[in-house]
């Protein structure tokens, strides 16, 4: 079974930035399609970007979009989620995961089709 590790996570002010990194031993990530995932206290789990398998196209929540970008970093085996202009919503765990069917989705971001997940690194937005 695949086993995803996600670090990077900590506390940030208003404005500021940080990378997430999920990273995978044993396999190549690229044969996955992989998402991010967050979750804030007493909130569902949302889907907040994907990428696809290899060079594959990605997507974003609409409440991230143009402030995050998901890619992959092939050298490393590994997926980050840039995350920059943080607000106080975009407070939770997030979570990485995979998709172990090779075939594309049509919503990406929902986590029903995720099979694989990480134990998730946590992002705190105060000032």
């Known amino acids: 079974q695949l086993q995803l590790v996600e670090s990077g996570g900590g506390l940030v002010r208003p404005g500021g930035s940080l990378r997430l990194t999920c990273a995978a031993s044993g396999y190549s990530l690229a044969a996955y399609q992989i998402a991010w995932f967050r979750q804030a206290p007493g909130q569902e789990r949302e889907g907040v970007a994907s990428i696809e398998r290899a060079a594959g196209g990605t997507k974003y929540a609409r409440s991230v979009e143009g402030r995050f970008t998901i890619a992959r970093d092939s050298t490393r085996n590994t997926v980050y989620l840039e995350m920059n202009s943080l607000k106080p919503e975009d407070t939770g765990v997030y979570y990485c995961?995979?998709?172990?069917?090779?075939?594309?989705?049509?919503?990406?971001?929902?986590?029903?089709?995720?099979?694989?997940w990480g134990q998730g690194t946590r992002v705190t937005v105060s000032s």
């Open positions: 995961a995979a998709r172990d069917l090779p075939v594309r989705t049509l919503t990406p971001l929902s986590v029903l089709e995720y099979d694989d």
